[in-house]
């Protein structure tokens, strides 16, 4: 009998940060001729939740599966192996999660031989394995962000035990090197700079699901774009929590421009970055997305809040002001430049007028478009503890009219390209039907254009016909 593994996650563990260094482990991924068949003859469906860092390791975790047999299925009833990859930032994606969970119950009620497993972001939140323990015992595998290499073991253990197997680490993490990874598209692709995030904004769950900032080594980074480069990929996102620290926890003096400037050295067509904090957005980073035709005139750049105080209470680190003398330096040098955004509404202790700066600032920067939440209670984060008096329905209110006024300089600045010509990279099918294609302009715009099957996986030249809050319609032209 095999003694099952039993390692939950802890929230003390997770909040630690030592200055032991970094590891990078280059041979943690093992996989023998055994582990090898365990799929042989069955289906993997991997159902993703959350940010492109949990997009990106699902293309590892697919990558694994594959080595490991199994094949990929978009059929739910079909799958043999259901993983959900999860995402803890707000409490509306542990619910889709816990929703989901049911839906899967009912199909291991039919199927028992189905292995399911749970892995990401709220794998590493104690409440939610203990959740799992006490109403989704039937669940096979549990793990965290730190062990994705460990898949092929856990679900081996998993076929020859009947218990739920959990292996969580709540340690600040390793550099993991050398994993395999099934991309899910031909043409772009995200690149990790880093993992973790050393910020701690008082909302935010992040810092204590990805353990601490760790750079990924300027040559591994290099190594990875030079391969999709070879296989035709035209453009890639470099990946991070805030990779305008990049570097600041290696011993060599690398900085992110560093890494942007060789990157834009490299022969690939497109290169854009998420998420840059406002903090450390340097003068540098302007210039260079400016002198380099291959680094793209997009910049998301989160601001949370217009209110000082609110910034404050976050541990943002800025204030409005130095925010808005930023936006006006990019704004300036870079002319075309698409800006974009994350704002947080219902803060505890945001007041109207509190919100009124959010949208004074929303009205001075005229965001191409903004992703914007209400404020949800993470556990164990220190803006958990503050008290928050305003009603759920004010929230609500004040999301509507953030939204109307994001939703009037979106349109407003997607008008402006009309009659314009922008370069896209054409990636399919539109799913406006109509023999359309759709691809993404240098400016991370949408557009459905009317061109050939051919043009597909190209940048093209697309004259903006049309104008529409959240896409762009527009033709091929010629040169
Ligand atoms: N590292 C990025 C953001 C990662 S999370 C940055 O610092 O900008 C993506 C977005 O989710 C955040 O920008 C924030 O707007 C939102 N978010 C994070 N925690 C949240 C919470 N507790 N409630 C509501 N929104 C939250
Ligand atoms: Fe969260 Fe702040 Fe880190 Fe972004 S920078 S991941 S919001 S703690
Ligand atoms: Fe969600 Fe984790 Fe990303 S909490 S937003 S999946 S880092």
Same mark, same amino acid.
């Given at each position: 009998m095999i003694k099952h593994t039993h390692i939950k996650p802890s929230y003390i563990q997770a909040k630690k940060r030592s200055k032991e260094e970094v590891k990078i482990l280059t041979d943690a991924y093992i996989i023998n001729n055994e582990l090898k068949k365990i799929g042989m003859g069955k289906k993997y469906l991997v159902i993703t939740y959350g940010c492109q860092a949990n997009e990106r390791d699902s293309e590892t975790i697919s990558a694994i599966l594959e080595d490991m047999s199994f094949t990929k299925t978009d059929d739910f009833n079909d799958a043999d192996l259901i993983l959900l990859n999860t995402c803890a930032i707000r409490e509306n994606a542990h619910n889709k999660v816990f929703g989901m969970l049911g839906r899967i119950k009912h199909l291991k009620e039919i199927k028992p031989n189905i292995i399911t497993c749970l892995c990401g972001c709220m794998a590493q939140e104690e409440s939610v394995v203990n959740e799992i323990e006490e109403k989704f015992k039937w669940m096979d595998v549990v793990f965290g962000t730190? @062990?994705?290499? &460990?898949l092929p073991r856990l679900i081996s253990d998993a076929i020859n035990d009947n218990e739920l197997i959990i292996e969580v680490y709540s340690k600040e993490g390793d550099v993991v090197e050398n994993l395999p990874v099934k991309r899910s598209n031909k043409y772009k692709a995200y690149v990790n700079i880093m993992y973790g995030c050393d910020k701690f904004c008082t909302y935010c769950i992040v810092p204590y699901t990805r353990g601490k900032q760790r750079s990924r080594k300027i040559e591994d980074i290099k190594c990875e774009i030079q391969k999709l480069i070879d296989d035709g990929y035209k453009e890639v996102t470099l990946l991070g929590q805030n990779v305008n620290a990049y570097g600041k926890d290696l011993d060599e003096k690398i900085t992110f421009d560093m890494l942007l400037k060789e990157v834009a050295n490299m022969n690939i067509d497109r290169i854009r970055f998420v998420t840059s904090h406002p903090w450390d957005f340097t003068d540098e980073m302007i210039n260079i997305i400016n002198d380099?035709? @291959? $680094?793209? *005139?997009y910049v998301h750049l989160p601001v949370q809040s217009g209110s000082d105080k609110i910034l404050k209470l976050m541990g943002r680190r800025y204030t409005k002001e130095s925010y808005l003398k930023l936006v006006e330096k990019i704004k300036n040098v870079i002319k075309n430049v698409s800006l974009t955004t994350d704002i947080i509404v219902?803060? *505890? &202790? %945001?007041?109207e007028e509190d919100f009124n700066e959010t949208l004074d600032l929303v009205e001075k920067c005229k965001y191409d478009s903004a992703f914007t939440f209400i404020y949800s209670k993470r556990e164990n984060t220190p803006a958990a503890k503050m008290e928050d008096n305003t009603p759920f329905e004010i929230k609500q209110k004040r999301l509507q009219r953030l939204n109307d006024l994001v939703n009037k300089y979106a349109l407003i600045n997607n008008e402006k390209l009309v009659n314009t010509i922008v370069p896209v990279l054409i990636e399919g099918k539109s799913q406006k039907g109509n023999n359309l294609y759709a691809g993404y302009t240098d400016t991370m715009k949408l557009v459905n254009v009317k061109c050939n099957? %051919?043009? $597909?996986g190209k940048i093209i030249n697309v004259k903006i016909t049309e104008a529409k809050t959240w896409s762009l319609n527009g033709e091929k032209v010629n040169g």
């Open positions: 730190h @062990n994705i290499q &460990n380099y035709d @291959n $680094v793209m *005139p219902g803060f *505890p &202790n %945001e007041t099957k %051919e043009d $597909v």
